[in-house]
């Protein structure tokens, strides 16, 4: 019975690259959650989707930040030309039917940008 | 304005002894849910407990409790007979508008032998 799974679980990228991160919510799941935690802070709401559809993206900076969730496959955080300030941990958590059931934390992705 | 406030930054406990990690929120909304969650130095967030603003009665999960007193607007949790494995980061955590979570800054409890 495997929970929400993400990787890579650590992301080193050089300031100008890009980073990909992936989620795959626990079987079953059709709502997904992105969060960020900053060093010593609480988690901060990024986006909330669907299969195919972005529900909520207010917590998503307006620019270089993308999330998506196909029908198949994971879903995925994009953050294009990365600067020092997006190094953070990354965490996805799904939910099963109802976006009022409890949300389901992966492992997290620790992004580091050199 | 805060919507979790966590006045503990750190506490310190003893094995086996009980602790409780303060939590206030701030809503105007009727409905809401309160969570707590653990996040271990290995940096995971595990749900331990969850009170519905409507629920009566206080939650409790094993060792877990949730002192849920609503005109206070506090849900404090409550960990009994403390093991060395409960070291970790405790996160408060409040959802609104059906799915958005709202995390305080987190209390580091650190269990002593």
């Known amino acids: 019975n495997a929970g929400v799974m993400q990787n890579p679980r650590h992301l080193v990228r050089r300031r100008g690259q890009e980073a990909r991160l992936r989620c795959s919510p626990v079987?079953?799941?059709?709502?997904v959650y992105w969060y960020r935690q900053l060093p010593e802070e609480g988690l901060k709401f990024m986006v909330y989707?669907?299969?195919?559809?972005?529900?909520?993206e207010s917590g998503m900076p307006k620019e270089r930040f993308s999330a998506e969730f196909p029908k198949e496959g994971p879903s995925i955080l994009r953050i294009q030309q990365v600067v020092r300030g997006d190094s953070a941990a990354y965490f996805c958590?799904?939910?099963?039917?109802?976006?009022?059931?409890?949300?389901?934390f992966g492992p997290g992705t620790r992004l580091t940008v050199l | 304005a805060q919507k979790i406030t966590q006045t503990q930054p750190g506490m310190f406990v003893q094995e086996k002894e009980a602790v409780t990690l303060d939590c206030t929120y701030d809503t105007s909304d009727q409905s809401y849910g309160l969570f707590w969650y653990k996040q271990p130095s290995s940096g995971e967030m595990i749900f331990l407990i969850y009170q519905g603003s409507y629920d009566e009665q206080n939650a409790t999960e094993g060792r877990y409790s949730l002192n849920f007193q609503k005109a206070r607007k506090s849900a404090n949790l409550v960990i009994s007979a403390s093991q060395l494995g409960d070291s970790a980061m405790y996160f408060c955590a409040m959802r609104e508008n059906d799915y958005k979570l709202s995390f305080g800054a987190g209390t580091t409890v650190t269990v002593r032998a």
């Open positions: 079987k079953g799941h059709s709502h």
């Open positions: 989707l669907q299969k195919e559809n972005i529900i909520d």
């Open positions: 958590a799904s939910s099963p039917q109802q976006s009022t059931d409890t949300q389901y």
